[in-house]
C-alpha cells in the first residue's frame, strides 16, 4: 500500500546540515496501524511531513498506491493530498469556524457542492461521537473533542491513508485512551489504513499492528509490534519498552533472591499471545514437587494479543527444577535464567 | 440657550460639513481597507518562510510601505495634487481629497494587516495544505477569517486617524469639519465654530471606535 524507499531530508543551516530523516525504507500495508516511535528531535515529524509532502524529500521514494509522491506536479499534488488525511498535536482547527464548518472545510477545497456537503458532514461528525455540537465553535469544546472534529475534518474525503502527527500527545491519558478507541473503530470501520507518530509507548501498545523506532533520523528497529516489545535490539527500543513496565528489567531489586545460596532457581518467564492466559505456575506446583514463589510480573495488552513478564523462583532439587524448566519450555513460554540452581 | 453659548454656529452648515467629513472618511476607510489588505497580504506572503516567499519584491513592498509612511501627511497631499488632478480633474472638494487619503493610511494599515496575518496559526495553514488547498484558498478562507479581529481592529485605528486626517485636508479646501473650524471658525475668530467642529468630530470618532470594537468583538471565537 504505501512503499518508502530510501527517503531522506536535510534541512541546510547557515553553517550546517542537518539530516532529519536519513535512508529511511518502509513498507506499510493496507489496513495496518502503523506507529513510529522516537524521543523528540528523532525526525519522525519530519517524516510524516514527508509522505504528503508537507516536506519536500532531499532523496528517495514515496509509493502510495502505485503513486509516486515525489514526481507529482503541483496540482496532481493537491488532489493526492486530498486523499489523505492529516490529524495533528495541537489539532490545528479554524477558530473562526464552527465545527460544522471545520468538517466542511477539506469539501469545499474539494469542490463537493454545498448540497451534498450537509450528509456527509453530519455522518462524520456522528461517526467521532459530536452529534449535536455542530454549532460549537472549537473554543467552546475540551481537548478531546476538538481532536474529534480534527479527525472527522481528515475523513471528510474518504481518504485511504491517515497520518497522525503526535494526535493524542496534548490530552491527558484518558482522553488519549477515547481516541485511540475512536482511531482503532474507524481503522476498522473504513479500512484505513493509519500512520502515527508518537513518543508513547502507551500508544504504540494500545493500537499499532505495526512499529519502526527512529532515533537520528534512521529507522533502528521495526517490526510486528509484539516481536518488538518482545526482544527489543537497539538500546533505544529497550528504554521504550520499559517505559510499559518500570519495574520490569529492574533486576536489583531482586537481588536478595538471586544471591542467596539456597537450592532454587530464578528465572523470567515470557508470555506471548495465547500462552498469557495460561495458568502455568499453578500447573508447575500440581505437577511436580517443587515450591513456586513470584517475585515479579506484569501483563500488557497489544492490539496482536497480550504480552508478559513473569520473574519467579522455583525452589526444591536440581533434577525436579531440570524437568520443570523443560515443561515450561514445551509450552511454548519463552525461558530467561537469572539464577541457576547450585 | 444652545444658541447663546454658539452664536456664530449656522447648524445647516455644520450638517453640510458633518456629511462632508462622512463622506471623506467612508470611502478613504473602504479604499485603505482594500488597498492595505492587498498590500498587507503582499508583505505577508513574500516573507520568509511563507506561501510566496520572494526577498527582492518582499523588499520592494517593505520599502514602498516605509517611504510612504515616512511622509507627513500635509506634504503627502501637495505632493499627490498632479495625480489628482489628472485623475479627478479638480484639486478641490472632497473628492479631491481621497487620493492623498489613501495613500496616506493604506501603508500604515498595511503593517497592521501583516501583523494581524502572522498571528493566524502556522499549524492552521499546514492543515489547510495538508488538504490540498490552493493558495487563493488558504488566503481566503484561511488567512483572512482567521485574521479578521484583528483586521477590523486595525481598520478602527486607522479610521480615526483617517477622520483627523479629513480635518487636515480641510485646510486646502476639501470641505468637511476641519474646513469650516479652520475658514469660518479660525479665521474669523469665532471659536464658538471651532468648538461645536470639535465636538462633532470626537463624536464621530467615538462612534467609529465603538462600532469597531463592537464588531470585532462579535466575530472573535477564540
Redesign the interface.
Known sequence: MISIKQLSKSFKTKDQTVQAVDNVSLNIEKGDIFGVIGYSGAGKSTFVRLINRLEDPTDGEIILNGQDMTDLSKSQLRLERQKIGMIFQHFNLLWSRTVYENVAFPLEIAGVPKAERESQVLELIELVGLKGREQSYPSQLSGGQKQRVGIARSLANDPKVLLCDEATSALDPETTDDILDLLVSINEKLDLTIILITHEMHVIQKICHRVAVMEQGTVVEQGDVLDVFMNPQSKTTKRFVQQLNPQEGSVDELKEFITSDDHSEVVKLHFVGHNAKRALISDVSKQFDINVNILQGSISPTQEGAYGTLYVEFQGEPETIESVMNYVMSTGVEVEVIKHVE | MLSNLFPNVEMDKMWVATYETLYMTFISVFGTFVLGILLGLLLYLTAKGNLWQNQTLNSIVASVVNVSRAIPFIILILLLFPFTDFILGTIRGPNAALPALIVGSAPFYARLVEIGLKEV?K??I?????????TR?IIF??LL??S?PALISGITVTAIALISYTAMAGVIGAGGLGDLAYMEGFQRRNNDVVLACTIFIVVIVFIFQFLGDWISKR?D??
Open positions: 496559526d499549524g492552521v499546514e492543515a489547510a495544505k495538508a488538504m490540498g488547498a490552493k484558498t478562507k484561511v477569517p482567521e479578521m466575530i471565537h477564540r
